[in-house]
C-alpha cells in the first residue's frame, strides 16, 4: 500500500522561476508534515515542516502548503536558483506512539534549476 | 563538530560475505537510526535506537542487526549479504523525537552485492 505519493518525479525550471513539488498521502493519522532536501552524494536534510494546525508556513524562499481535507502538502520555491537543484522528499509522519524515526518518505523529486 | 560520520563510504560485497557498516556521532544524541535507499524510492527504516543498550526493529529488518554500547556508536551489521541488500545506507541521529527536533544524517554508504 503506497501511503506516500510525490510528484512529480522530475521538474525543470529556469533560474527564478517557481519550483512546486506535492505529496498526497492516505494516513490520516499523520501530524508532522517535513520536505527534506538532498544533494548527490549526501544525506537529506530537513528543509522545512509544517504541523496540521497552520495551512501555511514560509521560510525565507521555501513555502509550504497545507490541505488537510485533500489529504495534500506541497513545496514550493520561489526564486528558483541552480543551488537548488536537488532530490525533495516529503516524509509524513504520525508524532504520537512510537513513531521513532518512522518517517514514510515519498519516492523523491528530482530538481534541475536551469541558469 | 564532524555531526554523523559513516565509514566506508563505498563496499563490494560477494553474496555470502558480512561486513559492518560504522556510524559515529559527536552530538551526544540519544536517538540514532539506520535507514536504506534504494534507487527512485525514499529512505525505509531498518533499525534505531532511543539510546545505549536499547534497539529496535524498524520497517526492513530482516538481514541486519544492530548494536548500541555507547551514545556515539551505532553500527549495522549484515550477515550472509545478498543481491537485495545492494543500496544506499545511510545513519542519522537526532536529540529528540523527529517530530520536534531534526535529523541530522550521515554522507551514506555505497554497498554492492554481487
Known amino acids: 500500500q503506497q501511503q506516500v505519493k510525490q510528484s512529480p518525479q522530475s521538474l525543470i525550471v529556469q533560474k527564478g522561476g517557481i519550483s512546486i513539488i506535492n505529496c498526497a498521502y492516505e494516513?490520516?493519522?499523520?501530524?508532522?508534515f517535513p520536505w527534506y532536501q538532498q544533494f548527490p552524494g549526501k544525506g537529506p536534510a530537513l528543509l522545512i515542516a509544517?504541523?496540521?494546525?497552520?495551512s501555511e508556513k514560509k521560510e525565507g524562499r521555501f513555502t509550504i502548503s497545507f490541505n488537510k481535507s485533500a489529504k495534500q502538502f506541497s513545496l514550493h520555491i520561489m526564486d528558483s536558483q541552480p543551488g537548488d537543484s536537488a532530490t525533495y522528499f516529503c516524509?509524513?509522519?504520525?508524532?504520537?506512539?512510537?513513531?521513532?524515526?518512522?518517517?514514510?518518505f515519498g519516492q523523491g523529486t528530482i530538481l534541475t534549476v536551469h541558469p | 563538530n564532524a555531526g554523523v560520520t559513516q565509514t566506508p563510504k563505498f563496499r563490494i560485497l560477494k553474496i555470502g560475505q558480512s561486513m559492518t557498516l560504522q556510524c559515529t556521532q559527536d552530538?551526544?544524541?540519544?536517538?540514532m537510526y539506520w535507514y536504506r535507499q534504494d534507487p527512485g524510492m525514499g529512505l525505509k527504516l531498518i533499525y534505531y535506537?532511543?539510546?545505549?543498550?536499547?534497539?529496535d526493529k524498524g520497517e526492513v529488518p530482516n538481514g541486519y542487526n544492530v548494536s548500541r554500547s555507547t551514545t556515539e556508536d551505532f553500527p549495522l551489521r549484515l550477515e550472509l549479504a545478498a543481491p537485495s541488500q545492494t543500496s544506499v545506507y545511510f545513519c542519522?541521529?537526532?536529540?529528540?523525537?523527529?517530530?520536534?527536533?531534526?535529523?541530522?544524517f550521515g554522507n551514506g554508504t555505497r554497498l554492492t552485492v554481487t
Open positions: 494516513n490520516t493519522a499523520f501530524d508532522y
Open positions: 535506537s532511543v539510546g545505549a543498550g536499547i534497539t
Open positions: 542519522a541521529s537526532s536529540r529528540g523525537q523527529i517530530s520536534t527536533t531534526p535529523l541530522h
Open positions: 552530538m551526544n544524541h540519544n536517538y
Open positions: 516524509a509524513p509522519l504520525y508524532a504520537g506512539g512510537t513513531s521513532y524515526g518512522k518517517l514514510t
Open positions: 509544517i504541523r496540521p494546525d497552520v
